[in-house]
């Protein structure tokens, strides 16, 4: 008789595309949403949360560089056979708004400020820094048709990069107009409803420039291009004349607001969309200078069209300029980290109404990041005070001291593993990156004192202190268990 088979170990390990965040990830992430709602609160800004999942036909199909229909989402069918929900999670946290603003526009205010932070999904190849589950950090304004709205959407961005510590200077916020490339599209002989795939091929390629450089742009423009790894993507088929258009368009970028809007004048030529978008930057653009907000914060950049097909108007990116290091040592200058525009059509899919929205997406993880690589932020944490164990009986009496220290607002916890080895209650504290271990044997608590062990200092003067040194600078003190929280917030001052 044939034995069974053992049921394979599962793997420790998440899906390929997905991670995991521990302790300090997790407090640095949620500190700098925490500034980043300060910001859009102090604009009057109200916090939205929506399900994460929602159905596949209130989602749409929006995504970039995707052609297939429900492509790039993680999608399943709630009821089998035909005409079963298909529910999927969400992949940005636009579409689960204009659900909201459809659903519920009897009752929120007009216009209708929200913003939301949370994660979104996407289905797709992943890749170095690239996940399939990733933080998004959004501001929306719904029912405003004014390009007031964009305006103050780009400048809330700005003072939100500066709130949480990306310096004047070492960001841009750079502004366009979907409807100005409308107009050069048109121009270039690509309007009506069967070039449709051929604009958004030039919409996606348009976009990569940044990443692919002139040359991978023009690439995508005619017959395609193929990467490094040797997929080849399929481009729009544009002739040189119509790539030409495209390209001067990519290239009117001026010395000054005001030289740029002239020359996009210029390439709309009698487009009539096409000079409406160029009127609206202008708009914004007198908007944003009139708030303060002057060329080194904000650009008009016609560089800038976004890959999401919903846009409907202007656009806006944030880039942030210094230089970081790739993975070979080669310098390069860091990138976007948040993007938006109007979709005035997004919400019409469920009414039938043309309502007015504009909104930017923050990409948490990047921002992070970039925090990380400008020094901003170190990857640790200050860990809890640790109360060691010296007597098993004596359990209630650590708990007391822990939470004295909590009701004094200093995080702190007992050692719950086995008290036996010493040793190993100080190499638990060091793993969680502790600053002050608190000691007190059956001498200490008969004489009404404690021990008080300054990890960082102790482990810094084992290295590389002089015996005065030592002396002058007690890694470890005795002090009366009445001044256990003064002494331990001391200690703790001493490590910020």
């Not at 700005?158 to 050069?184: F, H, P, Q, T, W």
């Not at 607002?409 to 002050?436: C, H, M």
Request: aromatic share 6%; glycine share 12%; net charge negative.
């Amino acid at each position: 008789m044939a034995k069974d088979k053992k049921q394979p170990r599962p793997k420790a390990e998440p899906p390929k595309g997905f991670r995991d965040y521990f302790g300090a990830e997790v407090i640095e992430r949620q500190q700098m949403l925490d500034k980043i709602a300060a910001v859009y609160r102090l604009h009057g800004f109200d916090p939205l949360e929506t399900a994460a999942v929602e159905t596949v036909e209130a989602l749409g199909k929006f995504l970039p560089d995707v052609d297939r229909p429900n492509a790039g989402v993680f999608a399943w069918q709630e009821d089998e056979g035909e005409g079963g929900t298909w529910l999927a999670l969400r992949y940005d946290m636009t579409a689960p708004l204009a659900r909201v603003a459809a659903q519920f526009r009897n009752d929120l205010p007009s216009p209708y400020r929200r913003y939301t932070m949370g994660p979104v999904w996407r289905n797709e190849k992943p890749g170095p820094g690239r996940f399939r589950q990733f933080y998004q950090c959004d501001a929306d304004t719904v029912g405003a048709p004014s390009v007031a709205a964009d305006a103050e959407i780009c400048g809330m961005l700005a003072d939100a990069l500066e709130a949480v510590g990306i310096e004047r200077g070492d960001y841009i916020v750079r502004v366009n107009n979907r409807k100005v490339l409308n107009g050069v599209l048109e121009v270039a002989g690509l309007s009506g409803d069967d070039r449709e795939t051929e604009r958004g091929i030039v919409l996606r390629a348009i976009d990569k420039l940044d990443r692919l450089g002139e040359a991978g742009v023009r690439a995508l423009l005619g017959a395609g291009r193929e990467d490094e790894s040797g997929d080849f993507t399929k481009g729009a088929g544009l002739g040189d004349a119509q790539a030409d258009v495209v390209m001067g368009f990519m290239a009117a970028k001026r010395d000054t607001g005001a030289a740029t809007v002239a020359r996009l004048r210029d390439l709309v030529g009698g487009s009539e969309i096409g000079t409406a978008g160029v009127d609206e930057l202008e708009t914004i653009a007198d908007l944003l200078a009139a708030q303060g907000y002057g060329p080194d914060r904000i650009v008009i950049d016609p560089s800038v069209v976004r890959g999401l097909g919903y846009y409907t108007g202007p656009v806006f990116e944030a880039e942030l300029t210094f230089e970081i290091l790739d993975e070979k040592g080669r310098p390069r200058q860091f990138g976007s980290v948040a993007g938006g525009g109007r979709y005035d059509d997004l919400v019409k899919r469920f009414t039938g109404q043309e309502v007015p929205a504009t909104g930017v997406s923050i990409g948490v993880d990047r921002l992070l990041a970039a925090l990380r690589a400008k020094g901003r932020l170190t990857g640790e944490t200050q860990g809890p005070v640790i109360v060691t164990v010296m007597d098993r009986d004596r359990m209630a009496d650590y708990q007391a001291m822990a939470a004295t220290l909590r009701a004094a607002g200093i995080r702190a916890e007992v050692y719950l593993g086995n008290p036996k080895n010493f040793g190993n209650q100080l190499k638990y504290a060091d793993k969680r990156q502790s600053t002050v271990a608190v000691i007190q044997g059956g001498d200490e608590a008969a004489r009404g004192v404690v021990l008080l062990k300054d990890l960082i200092l102790g482990a810094k003067l084992a290295q590389d202190a002089t015996l005065e040194e030592w002396k002058s600078q007690p890694a470890q003190l005795e002090v009366p268990l009445a001044d256990l929280v003064a002494q331990v917030r001391a200690m703790l001052d001493r490590h910020p």
